[in-house]
């Protein structure tokens, strides 16, 4: 009877249900142990359900724990998790791939401007562009505030190069409508290639390091052009 009770309460719910009332009806009706069979065998389809929406709950929770609410993907508590395992991957079969880091350009005058509502329309905006960029074995995350990363897996330096240039493109080149307002999206990124080498925390902060130096090389390109155009300026007047 134990072996039995085991086997239904790994069943489907159903199935399990239908079983419950088979065994109980099978019971002769004037076995004394009928009733106390049948409650045991409630109770293991109780404990069953019970089970069950436990383990819904710390589904629920290991989401929350893991993923970014306002855009729905990873948070950096995730991405660390997924890049631990896939640098682990990479040390045991020699696999190589690159991180993308990602920070937004004069975010902060977009929150100030027109709300905090019009920043998270805009961050959420650029998790959709990159979900849209990658592959299914890839990894995006929000690691907090602007700063978004890429994980682009198994892949060569001209793969992840060439995804990096459609990604940038794609961000600049695209906007937010917000009540009325069409808000431009401006990103600056920095790509780091990884192989069996690579620790995480070292991979992490060579990308961010690339990204300031491309940041740092846009805002000199703006300078200068604003220089140019004074120029022009002053020498037509």
């Not at 990602?102 to 902060?108: E, N, Q, S, T, V």
């Not at 902060?205 to 390109?221: F, S, V």
């Amino acid at each position: 009877m134990n072996n039995e009770v085991l086997t239904m309460v790994n069943k489907p719910d159903q199935q399990l249900f239908n079983q419950i009332l088979q065994l109980a009806d099978a019971l002769p009706h004037n076995f004394p142990q009928q009733k106390m069979v049948a409650q045991a065998l409630e109770a293991a389809a109780s404990l069953q359900q019970l089970l069950r929406e436990q383990a819904d709950h710390i589904n629920h929770l290991s989401r929350i724990a893991t993923y970014d609410q306002l855009t729905g993907i990873l948070n950096r508590r995730g991405f660390d998790h997924e890049l631990q395992h896939v640098l682990e991957r990479a040390r045991r079969h020699g696999e190589s791939g690159a991180i993308i880091y990602i920070d937004l350009d004069h975010f902060k005058p977009i929150n100030d401007h027109y709300g905090h509502a019009a920043g998270d329309a805009v961050l959420s905006k650029v998790a959709n562009i990159m979900e849209g960029s990658v592959r299914g074995t890839d990894y995006v995350a929000r690691l907090g505030g602007d700063e978004f990363v890429v994980l682009l897996v198994n892949a060569n330096r001209e793969q992840a190069s060439n995804r990096a240039q459609l990604l940038e493109q794609k961000l600049n080149q695209s906007q937010t409508s917000w009540m009325g307002h069409d808000i431009p999206i401006s990103a600056s990124m920095g790509v780091q290639f990884y192989d069996a080498d690579h620790c995480e925390k070292d991979l992490l902060e060579q990308a961010d390091q690339a990204m300031y130096i491309e940041k740092q090389k846009r805002h000199q390109e703006v300078v200068s052009l604003d220089g140019f155009r004074r120029q022009r300026k002053t020498a037509v007047a």
